[in-house]
């Protein structure tokens, strides 16, 4: 727990210990010697933490993530949305992630309710987004959907749909979804003083249900490689680059992102605490799903269905391969792993080491935390 009184989730602990340990022997590692019997050389590649956190993991998560999808998605016109919400409700979203998973529904649900009217199975893919420029906690839906439908009888047809009611369905289902978990909800501290039954959650819920809500729609983009970039960029990589971080002076920490509203660079001031505290708010409970897929493209359809749509498209699509470690390292800095530096020649598998079990990891990094500040 912080100073502030602020209270890390156990994940949050969990994510740091793993990615503390990222990259050391302490998470184990993998042997390898030279097939040459006569050169002495071995090597350990040590096993990653494939956290959120962490900037080597999230940018071969980002690669894998993206060589996927670029096999997978047809290629065809698609439409970028994303879906906010009034500021007033980050922080109840924050306290309240159970409720992060039905965002997603609610995205969706009038799509394909338009798509079911027009007798057509349409193509979704959507992510959670929960970082705003300066780190704070903003949850908002990005969702990219396909220009086409399937009918049944397995032809394509252009789908198209009502932005006006896309907006109205938005506001109605996360406003009703608050409504109708009041009794469930923890509400930050700046709501809690005006907020003392149901009736006046109400009020504040009727008041912000007559604003407008932003649902920015982009104009299409004409092929596929564009929108698993879209969507990459944010969904596997840390909230905040290494290159943002501008300056460490006296135990505070300033930030540089892009202002919306100059369209400029700004700097900004966190102490390392308040850095820390926003950083972990953007890791995800265990076992949530960051990205769904609906329509064509859900788990239930795509096997069914993508063929039919690759076939009427024209599309070749090749096996799906994930790059693998030593194929990203030999496209980033020209190296190949797998070869002995002493002979030239191939390293091969020698044993696996395992690394220590997470919950010593997580002792450790608790030991750490409690440790106090000696000032010299």
């Known amino acids: 727990m912080l100073d502030s009184g602020h209270k890390f989730r156990p994940v949050e602990i969990e994510c740091t210990a793993k990615m503390l340990a990222c990259g050391t022997t302490i998470g184990g590692g993998i042997h390898y010697c030279c097939e040459n019997k006569q050169c002495s050389h071995t090597k350990v590649i040590k096993t990653s933490c494939k956290c959120k956190l962490c900037h080597s993991c ?14 997978v998605l047809p290629d065809c016109q698609w439409r970028h949305i994303t879906f906010t919400m009034p500021d007033i409700f980050w922080d109840v979203f924050k306290l309240n992630r159970k409720l992060l998973g039905k965002l997603f529904t609610i995205a969706c649900d009038s799509l394909q309710t338009s798509g079911k009217l027009k007798k057509l199975t349409i193509g979704i893919f959507s992510a959670l987004h929960t970082y705003g420029r300066q780190l704070n906690f903003n949850c908002h839906i990005h969702l990219s959907l396909a220009d086409i439908g399937l009918t049944e009888q397995g032809e394509l047809r252009p789908f198209r749909f009502s932005f006006k009611s896309l907006q109205k369905k938005w506001r109605y289902g996360v406003i009703s979804l608050l409504r109708h978990h009041f009794s469930e909800l923890t509400l930050p501290e700046k709501l809690i003083e005006n907020v003392t039954d149901k009736e006046s959650w109400n009020k504040v819920l009727d008041k912000e249900y007559k604003k407008t809500w932003q649902v920015n729609i982009a104009k299409k983009t004409s092929h596929k490689a564009h929108t698993k970039r879209y969507l990459g960029s944010y969904l596997k990589k840390p909230p905040i680059a290494g290159a943002q971080l501008k300056h460490y002076v006296d135990e505070s920490v300033e930030i540089e992102y892009l202002d919306h509203n100059t369209k400029t660079i700004s700097g900004k001031k966190l102490t390392q605490f308040e850095l820390i505290e926003r950083i972990l708010s953007h890791v995800p409970e265990k076992f949530f799903k960051m990205i769904r897929y609906y329509g064509f493209l859900s788990n239930r359809l795509r096997s069914r269905l993508l063929p039919i749509i690759y076939e009427k498209l024209e599309q070749t699509v090749k096996p799906v391969t994930a790059p693998s470690y030593a194929g990203m390292l030999k ?19 020698h044993r696996f080491k395992s690394g220590a079990p997470l919950h010593k990891l997580v002792d450790g990094v608790q030991k750490l935390a409690k440790l106090k500040r000696v000032e010299v």
């Open 331 to 349: 496209g980033y800095v020209n190296v190949d792993p797998y070869q002995c530096i002493l002979c030239g020649g191939r390293m091969v598998f």
């Open 58 to 71: 999230g940018q071969k998560a980002t690669e894998r993530w993206m060589a996927i999808q670029g096999e």
